[in-house]
């Protein structure tokens, strides 16, 4: 069961054991959080940047919370705390930090590709909190600990992954894991948002949401982006809602006990409605309480008990 | 190149049985109030040490002394010499330590660095009124100040020999080994 | 000086010649051309087991100069062709300032004749600023020594132009070369929109983009009875519309690079920011559309689109990077191991691709072709020998090429332009 990896740049270089090694870790780490003492010493003197280009309260403090239990020393660089606002370049960047001997590098950026191209010239450990729209792997890895925690498993579950498809790192890493694992992936959104070479991927791509949640254990419901110019993708929130949001009715398709997703900040009553949000069947709370023992296991197989390499 | 093999059987399952039975009654004798006594296993064969001693307790006193499990992973500082990084596994302690007198359970002394892990994480857990320390097996090369309360054999060894404490639960006998390491002779 | 080569395989397409000659070559023209020539006077050019074409012609190419030095100049970009096996380079006008002037015309011939070792033509803009509105002064850009129009780099987007620009230029019979892009369906993108840039998670920029422009100027060609030649088409639906236009006999003409001739969408797995172009590497079914589409003659030219960027500007985020990829030099060696060594490519059919077809529609009249009285450049070739590409050994300033290290077999042996030996 080593885990044999510097970097975690996605699901796509995971093997199913791989994943499997780190839920289970995870599992072990979830008991520290619950202790009057938070912490454990198994990362003491490892210096962790997160690093994140993108604003994210959420995902910065998990990491952050994870670390710091763990014992590691982490800090915290954003873009407009940076010196990106004058203009450096990512490489130089990142290339300043490492100056300072830094152990990992938690990066978010908009660019995809970006952990993969640091990684190619920087020594720490490089852990992908988000890439453009390519991948967000601890994202998919708490899903799954969260699924695994009310399913006891992942094999032959129905999962149904509803919204904007084509934008999201989330569905992608989420699509990738599951199929690993042995689900059966169902994608369902508005055509312009939902392009059917996903396919090819090991995904069932339909259009009609009430169709593709019959029998579904887990719903997991994406964030309609508001931010970007949806106008082109879909002419209004109301047309959207209409069709794709999840409310009670469209719900009771879906098994008894199916559970509820969403990787948050969740728009009530857009994608949503804000009954179910609340509700027993959302897990949604969980999701992020998941997140920092799934975080916490990611540090410590890449970090932990691990001598640092000294360059020749 | 030699193959690891076992040099000596140092006790066969009658011998563990009595040294068992010695150390549940010194621990009845030294320790006045069972009620305020918690056991804690060092994973792994700690545990089942532990479990021994709990019911060999009971079946003496008719107390039931709770036994919890520690996984002490996180806590260790000899990596080096473990090589590959361990798994690690849960912490189970339903009780909670405050105010305890905590008796740590664990199969083989050797360096006293598992000892020391072991301490740091119960006091994370808590605040215990005491700690004491039983071993199976004290085999000598201490790296750090740490001694047993109760031991069920001092067992002189060489470093390179490997100890190991065989039980019933988990290798279908009792009984306890030295073992010659693989290697040149 | 005189030069006389002896015994290479000779292959001229523009007069169907495929045979061992001798060339004698004096005060930059080609003087004789025939089986056994002698003359003491002259010094003698060993080209046995090699193959001697018409100087190749790369009508497509940036040196960045003015405004852009540190990427290109005029002199490192002919260097970079004269080791790459090419005696004349049409230089696009993208510069900065734009080449929409006589100014600059006649900066970069003066600066060419100077410090450049092959022959550069500039090629001037369509628009002035190639903002796509208003036409350049054709007629004094002619003048000034421009041999073709383009605003490459951008598309002509508004179709009004484009026709006003085609008819205008019909009275110099001067080629408008078009890069087709409908900047709304690309908006954004950075490789071919398919498979791999969903699964990379990159925008990608859809074939239609590129057909949707070539269809309108095969359209507008037709209507208006002018030429129109096609830069760096990539995609097996403008093959399809080309070949349909040529056989209604528009006048089209259309040119491929090698890189698409050869390279796919699928080796962008590691975001190399040295495969970001723009048009971008499209599927393995473009690409053998596009190799069908040069033995057939629907595509008429390879031409590099060389488009050199230094270290730093290329070693970035793949979002943030510049398209293009540094051709030159390794253009003829790619054609020859990947297509020409594999029989996807005939030998004179390379060459047609490369000279004779180039200086057809730049009409260039001494150029790409081997007789008597025809301009003294010629490109000399070795089939079998192996090169390793290395990009630190690059005559071009810049080192953007996605083939570092990539084994080829055959390359360019002797460079001959206007009667000197300018490479090795």
């Given at each position: 069961m080593a885990f044999n990896h510097k970097h975690l740049l996605g699901i796509e270089s995971l093997s199913a054991s791989d994943i499997l090694t780190i839920l289970d870790t995870a599992e072990s780490?979830?008991?520290?959080?619950?202790?009057?003492?938070?912490?454990?010493?198994?990362?003491?003197?490892?210096?962790?940047?997160?690093?994140?280009?993108?604003?994210?309260?959420?995902?910065?403090?998990?990491?952050?919370?994870?670390?710091?239990?763990?014992?590691?020393?982490?800090?915290?660089?954003?873009?407009?705390?940076?010196?990106?606002?004058?203009?450096?370049?990512?490489?130089?960047?990142?290339?300043?930090?490492?100056?300072?001997?830094?152990?990992?590098?938690?990066?978010?950026?908009?660019?995809?590709?970006?952990?993969?191209?640091?990684?190619?010239?920087?020594?720490?450990?490089?852990?992908?909190?988000?890439?453009?729209?390519?991948?967000?792997?601890?994202?998919?890895?708490?899903?799954?600990?969260?699924?695994?925690?009310?399913?006891?498993?992942?094999?032959?579950?129905?999962?149904?992954i509803v919204g904007d498809i084509l934008h999201s790192r989330v569905a992608r890493s989420n699509l990738l894991l599951l199929n690993k694992l042995g689900a059966r992936v169902v994608l369902a959104g508005p055509p312009p948002l939902l392009p059917p070479e996903f396919q090819h991927y090991g995904a069932e791509v339909m259009y009609d949401m009430d169709r593709a949640l019959e029998g579904a254990d887990v719903v997991m419901m994406l964030r309609i982006q508001l931010e970007r110019q949806k106008r082109i993708f879909f002419p209004s929130i109301r047309e959207y809602r209409s069709l794709f949001s999840l409310n009670p009715e469209r719900f009771r398709r879906a098994k008894r006990d199916a559970i509820i997703m969403h990787p948050g900040p969740i728009n009530r009553d857009v994608e949503i409605s804000t009954e179910l949000a609340d509700s027993a069947k959302s897990v949604i709370l969980e999701q992020v309480e998941n997140g920092v023992s799934v975080r916490m296991a990611v540090l410590y197989l890449l970090l932990g008990g691990k001598e640092r390499e000294i360059p020749d | 190149m030699k193959k690891e093999k076992i040099k000596a059987r140092i006790m066969d399952a009658a011998k563990i049985k009595r040294a068992f039975q010695r150390m549940a009654h010194e621990i009845i004798e030294r320790n006045r109030d069972l009620n305020n006594l918690?056991?804690?296993?060092?994973?792994?064969?700690?545990?089942?040490?532990?479990?021994?001693?709990?019911?060999?307790?009971?079946?003496?006193?008719?107390?039931?002394?709770?036994?919890?499990?520690?996984?002490?992973?996180?806590?260790?500082?000899?990596?080096?010499?473990?090589?590959?990084?361990?798994?690690?596994?849960?912490?189970?302690?339903?009780?909670?330590?405050?105010k305890k007198d905590v008796l740590l359970v664990d199969d083989v002394l050797f360096t006293g660095r598992t000892i020391r892990a072991a301490l740091d994480s119960l006091i994370d857990l808590g605040r215990p009124k005491t700690i004491q320390l039983l071993v199976f097996i004290d085999r000598g090369h201490r790296e750090l100040p740490i001694r047993a309360d109760y031991v069920g054999k001092f067992l002189p060894t060489s470093r390179r020999e490997r100890v190991k404490l065989q039980m019933d639960e988990i290798d279908k006998k009792d009984e306890v080994q030295i073992i010659e390491p693989a290697g040149i002779n | 000086m005189k030069y006389l080569i002896k015994n290479g395989r000779v292959i001229d397409p523009a007069s169907d010649t495929d045979e061992t000659l001798d060339i004698l070559i004096e005060n930059r023209k080609i003087t004789a051309v025939d089986t056994k020539i002698n003359d003491d006077t002259a010094k003698i050019v060993d080209a046995s087991r090699k193959v001697v074409a018409p100087g190749f012609i790369d009508m497509h190419v940036h040196l960045r100069e003015p405004g852009y030095e540190h990427k290109e100049t005029i002199r490192t970009g002919s260097l970079a062709a004269a080791k790459g096996g090419?005696?004349?380079?049409?230089?696009?006008?993208?510069?900065?300032?734009?080449?929409?002037?006589?100014?600059?015309?006649?900066?970069?011939?003066?600066?060419?004749?100077?410090?450049?070792?092959?022959?550069?033509?500039?090629?001037?803009?369509?628009?002035?600023?190639?903002?796509?509105?208003?036409?350049?002064?054709?007629?004094?850009?002619?003048?000034?020594?421009?041999?073709?129009?383009?605003?490459?780099?951008?598309?002509?987007?508004?179709?009004?132009?484009?026709?006003?620009?085609?008819?205008?230029?019909?009275?110099?019979?001067?080629?408008?070369?078009?890069?087709?892009?409908?900047?709304?369906?690309?908006?954004?993108?950075?490789?071919?929109?398919?498979?791999s840039s969903f699964r990379l998670g990159l925008k990608g920029i859809p074939a239609s983009s590129e057909e949707v422009m070539v269809a309108r100027d095969c359209l507008l060609a037709q209507e208006t009875d002018t030429a129109v030649h096609l830069a760096h088409v990539s995609t097996?639906?403008?093959?399809?519309?080309?070949?349909?236009?040529?056989?209604?006999?528009?006048?089209?003409?259309?040119?491929?690079?090698?890189?698409?001739?050869?390279?796919?969408?699928?080796?962008?797995?590691?975001?190399?920011?040295?495969?970001?172009?723009?048009?971008?590497?499209?599927?393995?079914?473009?690409?053998?559309?596009?190799?069908?589409?040069?033995?057939?003659?629907?595509?008429?030219?390879?031409?590099?689109?060389?488009?050199?960027h230094s270290r730093d500007e290329k070693l970035v985020e793949f979002d943030l990077a510049p398209f293009g990829i540094n051709g030159l030099e390794t253009c003829v060696s790619l054609i020859l191991d990947r297509l020409v060594h594999k029989n996807k490519l005939s030998l004179q059919r390379l060459v047609e691709m490369i000279s004779t077809a180039p200086a057809r529609i730049l009409r260039l009249e001494n150029k790409g072709q081997i007789r008597p009285g025809a301009d003294a450049d010629l490109t000399i070739l070795s089939l079998t020998q192996e090169v390793v590409v290395d990009v630190n050994k690059f005559r071009s300033r810049s080192r953007n090429s996605p083939l570092h290290g990539w084994k080829l077999k055959g390359a360019p042996a002797l460079t001959i332009v206007a009667g000197k030996i300018v490479y090795p």
């Open positions: 780490m979830a008991e520290i959080s619950t202790r009057e003492v938070k912490k454990v010493p198994i990362l003491r003197g490892k210096t962790i940047i997160n690093l994140f280009y993108e604003a994210s309260t959420r995902t910065r403090s998990s990491f952050e919370l994870a670390a710091k239990r763990l014992s590691a020393d982490i800090s915290n660089f954003s873009k407009s705390t940076s010196s990106v606002v004058k203009g450096e370049t990512l490489k130089d960047t990142i290339q300043n930090l490492e100056a300072m001997n830094t152990d990992a590098i938690i990066i978010r950026h908009a660019s995809s590709g970006s952990p993969h191209f640091i990684s190619s010239f920087c020594s720490s450990s490089v852990i992908n909190a988000g890439d453009g729209t390519h991948e967000h792997p601890t994202q998919a890895l708490l899903d799954a600990f969260t699924i695994r925690q009310h399913k006891k498993r992942i094999e032959g579950l129905k999962v149904v | 918690v056991i804690v296993g060092i994973r792994t064969r700690g545990v089942f040490v532990a479990k021994r001693i709990a019911k060999l307790i009971k079946e003496s006193e008719g107390v039931d002394i709770p036994v919890g499990v520690l996984d002490i992973t996180l806590y260790r500082d000899d990596f080096s010499d473990m090589g590959e990084q361990h798994i690690v596994k849960k912490t189970e302690i339903s009780f909670a330590v405050d | 090419f005696t004349t380079i049409a230089c696009m006008p993208n510069t900065a300032p734009i080449n929409d002037n006589h100014n600059v015309t006649s900066y970069i011939r003066a600066e060419a004749k100077k410090r450049a070792v092959v022959n550069v033509l500039p090629i001037a803009s369509v628009t002035l600023g190639q903002n796509g509105e208003e036409l350049t002064e054709m007629g004094e850009l002619i003048s000034a020594g421009a041999v073709a129009f383009s605003d490459d780099g951008r598309p002509i987007v508004n179709s009004q132009v484009m026709r006003r620009a085609l008819e205008y230029a019909k009275q110099f019979e001067a080629v408008i070369i078009d890069h087709c892009e409908d900047p709304n369906l690309s908006a954004g993108g950075v490789m071919h929109e398919g498979l097996r639906g403008s093959v399809e519309i080309v070949r349909r236009a040529k056989a209604r006999h528009a006048k089209i003409t259309a040119e491929v690079t090698p890189h698409h001739l050869v390279l796919d969408d699928s080796l962008l797995e590691g975001y190399d920011t040295n495969l970001k172009v723009n048009p971008p590497l499209r599927t393995k079914a473009d690409v053998i559309s596009l190799q069908e589409a040069a033995r057939d003659g629907v595509i008429d030219v390879i031409a590099t689109d060389h488009a050199p």
